[in-house]
């Protein structure tokens, strides 16, 4: 029997998973919270519609030592809480508040190898977007449920060295119960708990996945191993998902049905 094994969400795109017990699924295809705050660059206009680039803002694509940060969103109080190294910053989502804490991640990329990045045009000052509600800072337009097998990731585990488990992938659901690949042959829908969703298709794979969650440091070449172990033409590992009649809940334990 297929499981769901461990639910994530991201408040801030690029930084910190948040693992859940529930998520709530949007009737527009994104989890409810989830990249829901961002540090653009200073050339970086906020945006119309509900999707922002990687290439707007820090993400672990490109600044692997964000990894090393620990970002802790409270829902209630609005309050984001930052810490790395000897930096520990707590503030609310105010104008001042926000410039507390883009100064704090600064300061911490700044002590990093990624400093050199800082200083290219249009890069400084970080600003903090977002509401700390509103899902709408994904890569792509339509948002996405993303999920993968922890077989798959057990399966690439094994053949390197470095330690390699679900958070390197960011993905929203994990569940266990499949053989390692199999979730790349779903193809029609997919029930989750109380909620149906239509698989979309396989999610290809960006630097990101090659820095260690722990260290920052990139230390698998897994979009090489990926191709060259595994046979994919280009490095794919989960899918992405959207609900099929509205909203719902998603729990950690939920059985997970496949169609045939």
């Not at 002590?111 to 045009?121: G, I």
């Not at 993968?148 to 399966?155: F, L, Y």
């Amino acid at each position: 029997m297929i499981r769901v094994d461990a639910l994530y969400r991201y408040p801030v795109k690029g930084f910190t998973p948040e693992r859940r017990d529930t998520l709530v699924i949007q009737d527009d295809g994104r989890v409810q919270g989830d990249r829901s705050l961002v540090f653009r660059f200073a050339d970086a206009l906020e945006p119309a519609d509900a999707t922002f680039p990687k290439s707007r803002g820090l993400a672990l694509m490109t600044f692997p030592t964000l990894a090393r940060v620990d970002l802790t969103f409270d829902d209630e109080s609005q309050t984001l809480r930052l810490r790395v190294d000897d930096i520990d910053v707590e503030a609310d989502l105010s104008e001042s508040g926000r410039a507390r804490l883009s100064e704090a991640v600064t300061a911490y990329l700044r002590t990093t190898s990624d400093a050199k990045l800082l200083e290219a045009d249009g890069i400084l000052p970080l600003g903090l977007l977002g509401d700390g509600r509103t899902a709408r800072f994904q890569d792509r337009p339509r948002g996405f449920v993303s999920l993968h097998g922890a077989a798959s990731v057990a399966a690439l585990d094994a053949t390197v060295p470095a330690p390699v488990d679900d958070r390197r992938f960011r993905s929203n659901i994990v569940v266990k119960g499949t053989a390692a690949w199999a979730e790349l042959d779903w193809n029609a829908r997919v029930r989750i708990g109380e909620v149906v969703f239509e698989v979309q298709k396989p999610i290809e794979r960006c630097a990101a996945i090659t820095a260690n969650p722990d260290t920052g440091v990139r230390d698998a070449r897994l979009l090489r191993v990926l191709t060259s172990e595994f046979g994919q033409d280009e490095p794919t590992l989960g899918i992405l998902l959207l609900p099929v009649d509205g909203d719902g809940t998603i729990r950690t334990g939920d059985e997970v049905v496949v169609d045939a």
